[in-house]
């Protein structure tokens, strides 16, 4: 129940999204965040561990829209869920703010396997963490994983199961972005993930890794990792 839920890992300061997947009920997944950016679900089916926490399975061609509610366009910001897939498409959306080729807005994403993420502000303002060499690598195992990327003045950085595996400064002047499209869980422009997907967060506030370990520790026994 929620509220079993909330009481051991209530939303954290900041938190601008939180998607514990409670009630498991129709095409809406409820924020607690506080903020109400409950979330509109296409084609994603619930699906439930038997620790008795709900989370919503993509099969290739659903997204979950959150809207554009200004406490969405926040910066510094973490983006982070616990994710389950094997899929090897190019460029398919975790959580995203972005319209492809607009070089303005944020995303944590997934390509051939990889994470990934990048903010920008402009084409000559942004931390794009797209190439190999600076990613988080490979998580498409099959095997349930705690994922974030985190953004501020000093840069981006990939968070895999509390382990920070890349980090990249800015390109030009760091700051907030202009975007006013909606955010996504599940679908990059036309690309759409096939994953499961759980307790997706958007924090208003860059997370060091020591807290982010923290954040796995506390949740991992709920998916028996």
């Known amino acids: 129940p929620v509220e079993v839920m909330k009481q051991f890992y209530p939303p954290p300061a900041d938190c601008v999204l939180y998607?514990?997947?409670?009630?498991?009920?129709g095409n809406t997944i409820t924020d607690f965040s506080g903020?109400?950016?409950?979330?509109?679900?296409?084609?994603?089916?619930?699906?439930?561990?038997?620790?008795?926490?709900?989370?919503l399975s993509f099969d290739g061609d659903d997204k979950v829209d959150c809207g554009n509610d200004a406490s969405l366009r926040v910066y510094p910001l973490t983006l982070r869920c616990w994710?389950?897939?094997?899929?090897?498409?190019?460029?398919?959306?975790?959580?995203?703010?972005?319209v492809g080729g607009s070089a303005n807005g944020f995303q944590m994403f997934l390509s051939v396997g990889r994470l990934k993420g990048w903010i920008y502000r402009s084409g000559a303002n942004y931390c794009d963490m797209s190439d190999n060499a600076d990613d988080g690598g490979l998580i498409n195992d099959g095997i349930l994983h705690s994922i974030a990327f985190t953004m501020d003045a000093?840069?981006?950085?990939?968070?895999?199961?509390g382990v920070s595996k890349n980090t990249k400064a800015w390109t030009g002047t760091?700051?907030?972005?202009?975007?006013?499209?909606?955010?996504?869980?599940?679908?990059?422009d036309t690309r759409y993930i096939v994953a499961d997907i759980?307790?997706?967060?958007?924090?208003g506030t860059s997370l060091p890794v020591a807290n982010l370990l923290n954040w796995h520790n506390q949740t991992r026994h709920l998916f028996r990792v």
């Open 35 to 55: 903020q109400g950016n409950h979330g509109t679900i296409t084609g994603a089916t619930w699906v439930r561990l038997s620790s008795g926490l709900y989370g």
């Open 19 to 25: 998607y514990p997947g409670y009630p498991p009920l």
């Open 83 to 98: 994710i389950k897939t094997t899929s090897v498409a190019v460029d398919v959306g975790i959580i995203n703010k972005y």
């Open 154 to 161: 000093d840069g981006g950085e990939l968070v895999v199961d």
């Open 198 to 203: 759980y307790l997706e967060e958007a924090i």
């Open 174 to 188: 760091a700051g907030a972005t202009t975007e006013t499209t909606n955010l996504q869980i599940g679908i990059y």
